[in-house]
């Protein structure tokens, strides 16, 4: 369903009964602003996975960008077709006027929960996975966009950890310089540009710091720095201090990996990886994770 026929619809009258629409198979995953089901389309008989947004704190966000013409997370997530990126199959409205977005349902862990657990997945697929992440966020960038919330929980991995995919994009933005103005605070605090932690002018960049501390920390099960508690103030020392280098964790990486992740991490955007295609081809010849 395009931007157009959701408009229709919703003039129309015609909001979805989720419950007559919808078979629960899995009760919700509790995200910041959404539920998220596993769930049967009665119309299709197809597994998918089911997104309901929080209504109230769907529109304290839209109230940030009120006036700027800002696509809703929907919108944006169905412009993608790329096998890195979640397949987004409709969206609309609820009878209880929530949004909601019908999506593939991805059957495998968080890279966040891999990480966690420190899992033997890993071990000789992170080469693999960070090229596919880095490849999903390039996609997202050349199509116009910032993501905003770069961070191991929004890629979620084949249940072999072979490959993953980009998913959510609640917080992205058009890289318009209305939505690049210094103030919008938006993302995890954990992977948090300096600039965006500092209410500075922002652009896709910011995405690529958070990257490269996805990366690290996939690399090293460590942050660069202290681990917040999620409240936002430990991210206001990002930047301050460098982090410890990579070798450090894994003593045998291979140097160009470690010095293109550092490279993402830079506090001055200036001087930080330019964009994910630099990224890419700053790792192209590297064909182990370990030094030779």
């Known amino acids: 369903m395009g931007l157009s026929s959701f408009f229709k619809s919703v003039l129309e009258g015609n909001k979805v009964d989720i419950a007559n629409r919808f078979e ?4 919700a995953v509790s995200g910041t602003m959404s539920n998220f089901h596993q769930a049967r389309d ?4 197809q597994i998918i996975g089911l997104k309901i947004l929080d209504k109230k704190k769907t529109e304290q966000l839209e109230m940030r960008f009120r006036g700027l013409d800002k696509p809703l997370e929907g919108e944006i ?3 993608f077709e790329h096998p890195r990126i979640v397949i987004t199959h409709s ?5 209880k006027g929530e949004q909601f977005i019908v999506m593939e349902f991805l059957d495998g862990p968080g890279l966040n929960s891999l990480i966690v657990g420190r899992d033997e997945r890993l071990e000789g697929n992170r080469l693999t996975l960070m ?13 116009g966009y910032i993501h905003r919330d770069i961070c191991p929980r929004n890629y979620v991995c084949s249940k072999d950890a072979t490959s993953l995919k980009l998913i ?14 210094p103030g ?8 948090m540009a300096p600039e965006v932690v500092r209410r500075k002018h922002t652009d896709q960049r910011l995405d690529i710091f958070a990257f490269g501390v996805s990366m690290y920390e996939m690399f090293t099960f460590e942050l660069p720095w202290l681990r917040g508690s999620g409240d936002g103030l430990a991210a206001m020392s990002h930047g301050q201090t460098a982090p410890v280098p990579l070798e450090d964790h894994c003593p045998n990486i291979n140097p160009l990996i470690s010095q293109a992740i550092l490279k993402c991490m830079d506090p001055a955007p200036e ?3 330019q964009s994910m295609k630099n990224f890419l081809s700053a790792i192209s010849s590297v064909r182990s994770e370990e030094a030779d």
Do not use: W
Request: proline letters at 4%.
């Open 24 to 27: 629960i198979l899995r009760d």
């Open 271 to 273: 001087q930080r990886m």
């Open 42 to 45: 009665r119309n299709t008989d």
């Open 168 to 181: 959510d994009f609640g917080l992205t933005v058009p890289a318009r310089s209305e939505f690049m103005q």
């Open 131 to 143: 090229r596919h992440a880095a490849l999903a966020l390039q996609v997202v960038h050349e199509a």
């Open 91 to 95: 969206f609309g409205l609820t009878t």
């Open 77 to 79: 997530a169905i412009s």
């Open 184 to 191: 919008i605070r938006t993302g995890t605090p954990n992977y």
